[in-house]
Nanobody
């Protein structure tokens, strides 16, 4: 069974940091580009960042550039999202998703497999 599981979410104060993990089971991530998306209450799901299959390139939403960093460790079958300088507007459920192929784009409908999400809350 192909499965993606996110972890690492939680409650953090503004300016703080979190590292999200996306672990795959039932398949190897070697053949997939991976994206991170988020959805805040009452809003549509939006792209945050994605990384190419081999990790050579990454894309970021303008709202997180310079604060978030995506990385992957194919040996561990895991992708990470390091989030620094967090703001209240970063509060959302964060999802990872996989699409078979070399490159990635931040378009929700592109992705084939999704995790269940992890809650990130930025509040004082």
């Amino acid at each position: 069974q192909l499965q993606l599981v996110e972890s690492g979410g939680g409650l953090v104060q503004p300016g703080g940091s979190l590292r999200l993990s996306c672990a795959a089971s039932g398949f190897t991530l070697d053949y997939y580009a991976i994206g991170w998306f988020r959805q805040a209450p009452g809003k549509e799901r939006e792209g945050v960042s994605c990384i190419s299959r081999r990790g050579g390139s990454a894309n970021y939403a303008d709202s997180v550039k310079g604060r978030f960093t995506i990385s992957r460790d194919n040996a561990k079958n895991t992708v990470y999202l390091q989030m620094n300088s967090l703001k209240p507007e970063d509060t959302a459920i964060y999802y990872c998703a996989a699409v078979r192929g070399l490159k990635c784009i931040l378009v929700v409908t592109t992705y084939d497999y999704w995790g269940q999400g992890t809650q990130v809350t930025v509040s004082s």
